[in-house]
């Protein structure tokens, strides 16, 4: 079964704004992680984050975590249009050889 | 490009045949993952090496599923009398500890 659920399902944004993508897990994690798979493609990791830590920067995107409401978001600031993509947000926990559990993903298109 | 890479990148083949998918994951890496991931799903779990043990198989892998990871490098899965429901893509990734986990390109499979 798949743990994580992105919220929302598609998101359609203008060039320049920002997109907000949110993941919901059920259960204790080790760490989050979040990709991107642009169609027909594998997937790019974007960002770890450890469940000791409540927010990470890697150039425009933000990630942050809240383990009491076991739910993280991204953002990507100032969007382009080559950030048009699938995102996916994955989890692991302990005890469980660290394999990634994945929700359905997150179709974004940014509008030139 | 990850450091991950597959072969082949596309397959078709006729339901019934046997089919082999290859994964060189980045050297130092001893841990290795296949995933399967459908049209508008996100990548499902299917087993985990460590090194050149495999240590876990999810109940997604049939008996007609077999994977190997000889001498800990590459690794292989095979499927066996294909059905048109193994029509997916199959990813291969691979970590370090608990580290960032990184996906190859992946191996469409397409199964008529």
């Known amino acids: 079964s798949q743990q994580g659920e992105e919220d929302p399902q598609a998101l359609s944004i203008q060039e320049g704004e920002n997109a907000t993508m949110n993941c919901s897990y059920k259960?204790?994690?080790?760490?989050l992680q979040w990709y991107r798979q642009n169609s027909g493609r594998g997937l790019v990791h974007l960002i770890l984050?450890?469940?000791?830590?409540r927010e990470k920067h890697s150039g425009r995107l933000r990630v942050t975590l809240d383990t009491s409401k076991k739910s993280s978001s991204l953002l990507i600031t100032a969007s382009r249009a080559a950030d048009t993509a699938s995102y996916f947000c994955?989890?692991?926990?302990?005890?469980?050889?660290?394999?990634?559990?994945f929700g359905k993903g997150i179709t974004l298109s940014v509008r030139p | 490009d990850t450091g991950v890479s597959q072969d082949p990148r596309h397959k078709i083949t006729k339901r019934g045949q046997n089919v082999t998918f290859r994964c060189d994951p980045i050297?130092?890496?001893?841990?290795l993952y296949w995933y399967r991931q459908t049209l508008g799903q996100g990548p499902e779990f299917l087993t985990y090496?460590?090194?050149?043990?495999?240590?876990?198989k999810s109940r997604l892998l049939s008996d007609r599923f077999s994977a190997e990871r000889p001498k800990g490098s590459f690794s292989t899965l095979e499927i066996q009398r294909t059905e048109q429901g193994d029509s997916a893509m199959y990813l291969c990734?691979?970590?370090?500890?608990?580290?960032?986990?990184?996906f190859g390109p992946g191996t469409r499979l397409t199964v008529l």
């Open positions: 994955a989890t692991s926990w302990a005890g469980a050889n660290s394999k990634l559990t």
């Open positions: 259960t204790s994690i080790n760490n």
């Open positions: 984050i450890r469940s000791n830590e």
């Open positions: 050297s130092e890496h001893n841990r």
């Open positions: 090496f460590q090194n050149e043990a495999q240590l876990e």
């Open positions: 990734a691979s970590r370090l500890g608990d580290n960032e986990q990184f």
